[in-house]
């Protein structure tokens, strides 16, 4: 905006009130020059947000964690576990189910995936269901209740 008020009157800035002056275009400029790598900062700031990122590939499971990014290969994956969370609500409402999923891997700690951790975790969890389908990797269904 100062630039272009430093283009359109050419420099020479008439000496009204409200108008711009060079001491107006200097401080816009002031403070706009260390906001640029603010905002890279900020942008870089906002991508450590990202907690978790998966990745379904011919090999394995590519995670992208806070941490950094690990894999787990299908031939690595001991069994899978699927809970079932039943809780109990008031009022004659019916019990909510909550599902959570475990990847049990032979190397490694186990990667835990639900609805609070990835937006479309059901889908998620049928695509590994069909992989693990494929190679034989037992699936459990666990019951819990709250």
Request: glycine share 8%; hydrophobic share 40%.
């Amino acid at each position: 905006m100062s630039t272009k008020a430093v283009i359109v009157y050419r420099g020479d800035f008439p000496h009204g009130y409200g108008e711009w002056s060079w001491f107006g275009v200097f401080l816009v400029w002031l403070v706009s020059i260390p906001a640029i790598p603010g905002g890279w900062y900020l942008i870089k700031w906002m991508r450590t947000l990202m907690s978790l990122k998966v990745e379904l590939g011919g090999l394995g499971l590519l995670l992208t964690e806070r941490d950094g990014p690990r894999t787990i290969l299908w031939d690595n994956i001991e069994m899978m576990e699927e809970h079932h969370s039943i809780e109990l609500r008031n009022y004659g409402l019916p019990p909510r189910v909550n599902k959570s999923f475990i990847v049990i891997s032979r190397e490694g700690e186990p990667f835990s995936f639900e609805e609070n951790s990835i937006k479309d975790y059901l889908l998620l969890a049928r695509m590994i269901q069909i992989e693990t389908e494929r190679r034989s990797i037992p699936w459990t269904i666990v019951n819990d209740r709250f």
